[in-house]
């Protein structure tokens, strides 16, 4: 697939315009075999490696098997083969980037109008300040955003290309194994119609190697590795920005020694970011308002609303909540355009497209013959844009090791292997994962000591040097290390004792010195029940 784009390619360490060199096979159905084709087999092939889910994870890690191991047979099942339309999942960080690279997808981003993203705009209390990606080797290291969908398929698209890729339509119904209650050793799986019923036919399919369990978010087979409750933290309601591209745009060393980024619009109706071709975080609306561009036309509006529960937009209490948010996040007085976009958009709306924000932590994998990855293993608040980053290197790492031994694994090894990749994914997963529920706690704001955190953060965000480039590091992924994320974290809470302390908050201000040294205390003891419990969480077996 061609997308017709301005073409705009900043991004010269991963192509965003060009040719992908799998285009031909991106609306291909040739390639997938249905449900019914299938069962009628008479001679299937023995498979080496079962993938359920041909999302961004699976369609990676089963492209990496198969062209890894040529000689060996990978079965790649997914429910729906057309282009799936999501609200998230559309930002790849500089880490993710760079996984796919080591994947050999380099250029995966091509043919699908993808803009390079080069860091984050915040905006707070009329205030802005610039978080550029860290730079390696000289060279400013960048994302990517684009259309989930889009994405998917062109991941597809080279899993399809495969020759030892068999790719069906169907549903794993059931994991195949030892274990009365839970299952303890997986030999294959139960296939099924996509939609299947009580009455609906199977095939059962050895995997003589591994089972890879890469159905998301939403995974049926969960709770065989981990029956924790899922949290819901908050919801993400999504609209449509549509506006002209940027003409150009040019880069230029600021006063403190940081990339900053400065974009000329294109005659005609401007593109209303602030800063395009970045992500763009608003922190005055009800939880926090993120804007990116999906392609050089089209920018994505992602609104928090904190809570497990979401208003109803029955009665009108969603959009009117979304109405104040956007309203108060981008006010008319600072972006006019913005503001008029957003009421616009808004009101254009048909329906609110809503998306609930989960955090489910790994846990460590006791079923031999399985690999619990992705979202099917851990789900992260998507505030941070990093799922996508944690499962590709899960990928990457898993796939390094497995190749170490040379040959197709026995079960010896692949236990081997597993406990190795658990132990090496952990730093960036663990990074990523705190980073995202922590910082939704402090953007969201929903208490005093909160908003006096988020205050704390963005004054350390804007001190420039490691106080903004190490944070950058986390958010893309660049700098897998705990210890630092702590660090980090409670400097931004000691900051906000001391401006509680001094009176210099306006966040929380007034007081006697008294109850601002007591409740200055008091934050700090929050900052911790924010980001320990999770931590702890993470580091459970």
Same mark, same amino acid.
């Given at each position: 697939?061609?997308?017709?784009?301005?073409?705009?390619?900043?991004?010269?360490?991963?192509?965003?315009?060009?040719?992908?060199?799998?285009?031909?096979?991106?609306?291909?159905?040739?390639?997938?075999?249905?449900?019914?084709?299938?069962?009628?087999?008479?001679?299937?092939?023995?498979?080496?490696?079962?993938?359920?889910?041909?999302?961004?994870?699976?369609?990676?890690?089963?492209?990496?098997?198969?062209?890894?191991?040529?000689?060996?047979?990978?079965?790649?099942?997914?429910?729906?083969?057309?282009?799936?339309?999501?609200?998230?999942?559309?930002?790849?960080?500089?880490?993710?980037?760079?996984?796919?690279?080591?994947?050999?997808?380099?250029?995966?981003?091509?043919?699908?109008?993808?803009?390079?993203?080069?860091?984050?705009?915040?905006?707070?209390?009329?205030?802005?300040?610039?978080?550029?990606?860290?730079?390696?080797?000289?060279?400013?290291?960048?994302?990517?955003?684009?259309?989930?969908?889009?994405?998917?398929?062109?991941?597809?698209?080279?899993?399809?290309?495969?020759?030892?890729?068999?790719?069906?339509?169907?549903?794993?119904?059931?994991?195949?194994?030892?274990?009365?209650?839970?299952?303890?050793?997986?030999?294959?799986?139960?296939?099924?119609?996509?939609?299947?019923?009580?009455?609906?036919?199977?095939?059962?399919?050895?995997?003589?190697?591994?089972?890879?369990?890469?159905?998301?978010?939403?995974?049926?087979?969960?709770?065989?590795?981990?029956?924790?409750?899922?949290?819901?933290?908050?919801?993400?309601?999504?609209?449509?920005?549509?506006?002209?591209?940027?003409?150009?745009?040019?880069?230029?060393?600021?006063?403190?020694?940081?990339?900053?980024?400065?974009?000329?619009?294109?005659?005609?109706?401007?593109?209303?970011?602030?800063?395009?071709?970045?992500?763009?975080?608003?922190?005055?609306?009800?939880?926090?308002?993120?804007?990116?561009?999906?392609?050089?036309?089209?920018?994505?509006?992602?609104?928090?609303?904190?809570?497990?529960?979401?208003?109803?937009?029955?009665?009108?209490?969603?959009?009117?909540?979304?109405?104040?948010?956007?309203?108060?996040?981008?006010?008319?007085?600072?972006?006019?355009?913005?503001?008029?976009?957003?009421?616009?958009?808004?009101?254009?709306?048909?329906?609110?497209?809503?998306?609930?924000?989960?955090?489910?932590?790994?846990?460590?994998?006791?079923?031999?013959?399985?690999?619990?990855?992705?979202?099917?293993?851990?789900?992260?608040?998507?505030?941070?844009? !990093? /799922?996508?980053?944690?499962?590709?290197?899960?990928? #990457?790492?898993? $796939?390094?090791?497995?190749?170490?031994?040379?040959? &197709? +694994?026995?079960?010896?090894?692949?236990?081997?292997?597993?406990?190795?990749?658990?132990?090496?994914?952990?730093?960036?997963?663990?990074?990523?994962?705190?980073?995202?529920?922590?910082?939704?706690?402090?953007?969201?704001?929903?208490?005093?000591?909160?908003?006096?955190?988020?205050?704390?953060?963005?004054?350390?965000?804007?001190?420039?040097?490691?106080?903004?480039?190490?944070?950058?590091?986390?958010?893309?992924?660049?700098?897998?290390?705990?210890?630092?994320?702590?660090?980090?974290?409670?400097?931004?809470?000691?900051?906000?004792?001391?401006?509680?302390?001094?009176?210099?908050?306006?966040?929380?201000? !007034? /007081?006697?010195?008294?109850?601002?040294?007591?409740? #200055?205390?008091? $934050?700090?003891?929050?900052?911790?029940?924010?980001? &320990? +419990?999770?931590?702890?969480?993470?580091?459970?077996?």
């Amino acid at each position: 697939m061609t997308v017709p784009e301005v073409v705009l390619d900043e991004n010269h360490s991963w192509p965003t315009h060009g040719t992908y060199e799998y285009t031909a096979y991106y609306h291909s159905r040739q390639e997938v075999v249905g449900f019914d084709e299938f069962r009628a087999q008479r001679e299937r092939p023995a498979y080496d490696f079962a993938v359920i889910g041909a999302g961004p994870i699976g369609a990676a890690l089963a492209y990496k098997l198969a062209t890894d191991w040529p000689h060996s047979r990978v079965l790649l099942v997914e429910k729906n083969w057309a282009e799936p339309d999501r609200i998230v999942g559309e930002l790849m960080q500089p880490a993710g980037c760079q996984a796919i690279e080591r994947l050999g997808l380099r250029t995966v981003f091509s043919d699908i109008g993808a803009v390079p993203v080069h860091g984050y705009y915040i905006s707070y209390r009329g205030q802005s300040i610039y978080v550029p990606y860290m730079q390696r080797a000289g060279k400013q290291l960048r994302g990517v955003s684009f259309h989930h969908g889009r994405l998917v398929m062109n991941l597809r698209a080279a899993c399809k290309a495969q020759a030892n890729i068999t790719c069906v339509e169907g549903s794993v119904t059931e994991l195949l194994g030892d274990g009365a209650k839970r299952i303890t050793r997986v030999r294959g799986v139960r296939v099924g119609p996509s939609r299947t019923t009580a009455d609906s036919a199977s095939v059962d399919v050895d995997a003589r190697v591994l089972t890879f369990v890469c159905d998301g978010i939403t995974s049926q087979f969960r709770k065989q590795l981990n029956d924790r409750p899922v949290e819901m933290i908050s919801h993400f309601c999504g609209l449509v920005l549509e506006h002209e591209p940027v003409d150009s745009a040019t880069y230029f060393d600021g006063p403190t020694g940081t990339t900053e980024h400065v974009a000329r619009p294109a005659p005609g109706v401007a593109n209303p970011l602030p800063m395009p071709h970045n992500g763009n975080v608003m922190l005055d609306g009800v939880g926090p308002v993120l804007l990116y561009q999906m392609s050089e036309r089209e920018t994505r509006v992602l609104a928090d609303i904190p809570g497990a529960q979401l208003p109803s937009e029955a009665n009108g209490q969603l959009r009117a909540t979304l109405r104040a948010s956007l309203a108060r996040a981008a006010p008319k007085h600072l972006y006019p355009g913005l503001h008029a976009t957003l009421m616009q958009a808004l009101d254009d709306a048909r329906r609110i497209r809503c998306i609930g924000s989960k955090f489910i932590p790994a846990t460590s994998n006791s079923v031999d013959g399985a690999i619990w990855i992705g979202d099917a293993l851990n789900v992260r608040h998507p505030l941070t844009g !990093g /799922g996508m980053t944690v499962g590709l290197w899960d990928v #990457a790492i898993l $796939t390094e090791l497995l190749r170490q031994h040379g040959k &197709l +694994p026995d079960a010896q090894t692949a236990r081997h292997v597993k406990a190795q990749w658990q132990w090496r994914r952990r730093p960036r997963a663990l990074v990523v994962n705190v980073l995202s529920v922590a910082l939704h706690a402090l953007f969201a704001a929903e208490t005093k000591e909160l908003g006096l955190l988020r205050e704390a953060c963005f004054a350390y965000l804007a001190r420039g040097s490691y106080f903004t480039m190490h944070p950058s590091g986390f958010l893309s992924g660049l700098l897998p290390s705990p210890l630092l994320l702590i660090f980090h974290f409670f400097s931004v809470a000691f900051l906000a004792v001391y401006l509680r302390i001094s009176g210099s908050s306006v966040a929380y201000s !007034g /007081g006697s010195l008294a109850f601002r040294v007591y409740s #200055a205390f008091y $934050t700090l003891y929050i900052a911790a029940g924010v980001i &320990l +419990p999770v931590i702890w969480r993470e580091l459970q077996p």
